[in-house]
């Protein structure tokens, strides 16, 4: 029996809110409050609902770009807040993530080569040839031409860009990756394409997603398992034909009926 790559439980974050002359804390936004779930290998969770539900949070808290308040990550079953400086280094590389904006997400003067082959170089993976050999083999994997390794992201489409980003997030061969509104800033019709090469590389590579979203119509086609979010809290969770067929909460539902219909 496979083991989750991700458990969350009972995950909090609360930002602080200051006020008077001396800037005391006297209140708190829970923008994540009760999160829990587990990520096994090869499936999708996603996480829905709508701005300031709290969903991008934890994406963040999974990889470990945000402290949690209280709870627990366990990264193949260890609990991150245990884990050393280097321990927690090493997980960086079975998580990535794929941010919602290629063109933000990408350094202008940096071409797709730069971009992609960085984390080898942080994480010290192989030598000057290799890494050259993986970058072009992350370009075929994700159906760009070899001969765009030279390019800035200027000279890209934002499907494009966002091919780059995901070639970027996989070449450390993650176990996991985290997409944030991966497919939102792009165009509809290259949105299913995004979502199409998504499915094919978790084929191929055996890949698990967080996959972040506020669009239910996205969801449903990617999704193995979903997490309904409101107001920092579950309000439902499921898998998704069961939540798409027999939706229990009147949230859920409200977020079923804003899917446009043809």
Do not use: W
């Amino acid at each position: 029996m496979s083991h989750p790559i991700v458990s969350v439980r009972d995950l909090k974050v609360h930002f602080p809110v200051r006020g008077g002359l001396l800037g005391r804390v006297t209140d708190h936004v829970r923008a994540v409050d009760g999160v829990s779930f587990d990520l096994m290998p090869g499936r999708t969770v996603a996480i829905v609902g709508e701005s300031g539900s709290g969903k991008s949070t934890t994406g963040y808290a999974v990889m470990g770009m945000q402290d949690p308040t209280e709870g627990q990550i366990m990264i193949d079953g260890r609990d991150r807040a245990q884990m050393s400086p280097t321990e927690k280094m090493a997980t960086m590389r079975r998580l990535q993530i794929i941010f919602q904006d290629p063109a933000s997400a990408l350094n202008p003067r940096m071409t797709a080569y730069d971009s992609i082959v960085e984390p080898l170089q942080i994480h010290r993976v192989g030598n000057a040839r290799e890494r050259r050999a993986r970058v072009a083999e992350l370009l075929d994997l994700v159906g760009l031409p070899q001969s765009s390794a030279g390019k800035l992201p200027r000279e890209f489409s934002g499907g494009q860009k966002q091919r780059v980003v995901i070639a970027r997030a996989l070449v450390l061969e993650p176990q996991a990756v985290i997409c944030d509104e991966a497919v939102s800033a792009l165009d509809v019709s290259i949105q299913s394409q995004i979502l199409n090469l998504l499915l094919d590389l978790q084929a191929r590579l055996g890949l698990a997603y967080v996959f972040i979203s506020h669009d239910l119509s996205v969801v449903r086609h990617i999704a193995d398992d979903i997490l309904v979010m409101q107001a920092g809290k579950v309000v439902e969770q499921g898998q998704t034909d069961a939540i798409f067929q027999a939706p229990r909460h009147s949230y859920t539902r409200q977020l079923l009926a804003a899917v446009p219909k043809l």
